[in-house]
């Protein structure tokens, strides 16, 4: 295994995901969340001669663990734009394509970025930081239906409406900037008991709308869904039930709304064999050195069929 740099982020499920990717040494495989690098080294040890890893990462953070290896290729994008880079380098198919959709420990540990409650900030969130709204733009000037539907939609928060009109009520006053002044507007809406809790799903909502995550893991699967040769592997790692169910969901049926779709025969029409039927979690020893792996899941499929 190449060296990795663990003070961004320790690599959830690293072995069993990439085992997952049933590497060929000369195959083409895809990292589509670079991130601090742990599972790109890990393929990368895999391949020889032919073989070539192309990863994805928008942070511009994320480019100071850039592998220095003649088999690796460095894409500075989101990766809803896989197809067009696969595209501009040429890539016709590949032969793996791996997701870990965690948040880094790297960006929850780093204050300035805002996606944690655990320090002040600026209220940010952007996984790109050189484009698009930040939490501040959401919170400040989303009207109140919009922000309701924000918190209970990728929030799964019950009181999304009361929380909603609070926000807009004191925004009227002071235009709502940093961290602590949202955690002082919001915590009394929350039990003492459930407090942290409830705050990770208001963080969580923000996150996923200010970086557009559930659109862009949308198109996502699509292109690798396009993309894999027949006998690819798809392996993807989530943290929470929106996007898990998504993943669940094309790999059973093809598409992410869990549409089933059957032959004259009453046979279920999908791209994709299931690898795993069980989904994959982290065992006693992970959960101790690296706890916030403890909501991920793994799960892994096979693109059958013609490409």
Known sequence: MLEENNNYHVPV???PSVDGMNIHPDGTYVDVTF????HSREILSRLRDGGRLLSFDQDEDAEQNIVDDPHFTFVCSNFRYLHNFLRYY????????????????????????GFSFRFDGALDMRMNKRAGITAADVVNDYDEEQLANV??????LKN??????????????QKITTINDFLELIKPLFGREREKKEL?????????????????LKEMLYAATKALKPG?????ITYHSLEDRMVKNIMKTGNVEGKQEK?????????FRLINNKVITPDDTELLQNPRSRSAKLRIAEKVGAS
């Open 13 to 15: 499920l690293l072995l």
């Open 151 to 156: 918190f209970y939609l990728y929030g799964e």
């Open 263 to 271: 032959d004259f025969f009453g046979k279920l029409l999908t791209p």
């Open 232 to 236: 690819g592997r798809l392996v993807v």
């Open 90 to 113: 040429d890539v016709e198919q590949v032969d793996g394509i791996l997701a870990d959709l965690g948040v880094s420990s790297h960006h929850f540990d780093d204050s300035e970025r």
């Open 160 to 173: 999304s409406r009361k929380l909603a009109a609070v926000i807009v009520k004191a925004r009227a006053r």
């Open 35 to 38: 991130g601090g690098g742990g």
């Open 200 to 216: 990770a799903k208001v963080f969580q909502a923000l996150r996923i709308e200010v970086n557009q995550e559930m659109e862009a």
